[in-house]
């Protein structure tokens, strides 16, 4: 199941006591925390918004993701399925230090750009239109109230919460600025205790620790 911006809005309207017309807090403004929630989303857990796509490549070793991205995750392999592997940048350099004007091919390797977490290189340095298959964080579109918010339902409650910490902080009273605050704490709360699951989840030994073998 999947949750909508629309139940969202009435979750809100609710906590704020918002539910009447005519209403405190009209459904653009609502919507548009929303879309601002998604986007700090994205920044403090960019996993979850992660796109798997071919990007065409410019001919030589600098390449560029979308537009819509907010970094590089992964550069899988080429339009015939070779693998691509990652590989350290300096260890390129000292093994072939010319490596940047060889000729031009279907890349074999792939390093990570320091400076700029959306472009990447290549080597051999990539022929024109060579397509690669990557993974990325995208920056999430701006939704409307009939829009469907991609994330899994689990996170509905986060959401929530995101919203309600930028609603409240509209007012400057005490009590909204201190609800606001429970809220914006509750959201961090959420998004980083679904970081600390990998432990139990995305690892062999399952977050237990290992065994010693005597």
């Known amino acids: 199941m999947s949750f909508t911006v629309a139940e969202v809005v009435t979750e809100?309207?609710?906590q704020v006591l918002d539910a009447k017309l005519p209403y405190r807090y009209d459904d653009a403004f609502i919507v548009r925390k929303i879309n601002q929630v998604l986007r700090r989303m994205a920044i403090k857990r960019p996993d979850l918004f992660v796109v798997f796509a071919p990007l065409t490549c410019a001919a030589g070793i600098l390449q560029s993701c979308p537009a819509d991205s907010i970094r590089l995750m992964d550069v899988v392999n080429d339009s015939a399925g070779n693998a691509l592997k990652e590989i350290n940048q300096d260890t390129l350099d000292l093994t072939a230090s010319a490596w940047a004007t060889g000729a031009q091919a279907v890349p074999v390797n792939?390093?990570?750009?320091?400076?700029?977490?959306n472009r990447f290189y290549v080597y051999p340095p990539a022929a024109v239109s060579t397509v690669l298959n990557i993974v990325y964080a995208a920056s999430p579109a701006r939704l409307i109230a009939a829009d469907v918010i991609p994330l899994p339902d689990a996170y509905e409650p986060a959401m929530i919460d995101g919203?309600?910490?930028?609603?409240?902080?509209?007012?400057?009273?005490?009590?909204?600025?201190?609800?606001?605050?429970?809220?914006?704490?509750?959201?961090?709360?959420?998004?980083?205790?679904?970081?600390?699951?990998?432990?139990?989840?995305?690892?062999?030994?399952?977050?237990l620790p290992e065994k010693k073998v005597t």
């Open 110 to 117: 792939w390093m990570r750009f320091a400076r700029d977490p």
């Open 163 to 207: 919203t309600l910490w930028l609603v409240e902080s509209q007012d400057a009273e005490h009590v909204e600025s201190g609800r606001a605050k429970q809220f914006m704490d509750s959201f961090n709360d959420q998004l980083t205790a679904g970081l600390m699951a990998r432990a139990l989840t995305d690892a062999d030994g399952a977050g």
């Open 12 to 14: 809100v309207r609710e």
